[in-house]
């Protein structure tokens, strides 16, 4: 398969490229999802982040990186997020408009969150531990066109289903 058997900074890779030597970094507690076309996605956990802080030892914090893994071609491909962490806070969530997807809306950095995939092929991704206990739910369409360019025909955006109520409301 692929990987490093050491732990090291956050993942290799150009932003929705797929290539061999790209790899998502070392991490704990991810939440994960396996699509319709048999590819591997994860997100977020408790890893390393790209900058080291004092004699060698990277800077750990929680994630909200989105990688995919191509299991046809054993590649990986960084497909949203931020590549930065924060070992307090995490990174913060950008909510768009309530239950309409766009691009730029990202979850939270957490770990332990639960997920599910549904019949039509949507992630979903609810609560988990980041800044603290959390309580929000975020359906992801990976066969959804747009962003990042380099994948035509995809998108790595989240849409936010707001808190369980809201979210069961909308379903309704």
Known sequence: MSGSDTSGPFGTGAFGVYSTPGTPGARIEPTGWTD?????????????????????????????????YDTTTNEWAWMGGSSTTDPYKGVPAVFGTLGVPAAGDVPSSRAYASSWMDGAGNFWLFGGNGAGYLDDLWVFNPNQSGVPPALPGRQSNFENSGSISRAVALAL
């Open 36 to 68: 319709k076309s048999g590819h591997l996605w994860l997100f977020g956990g408790v890893g390393n982040g790209p900058d080291t802080v004092v004699d060698g030892v990277y800077d750990t914090g929680y994630l909200n990186d989105l990688w995919e």
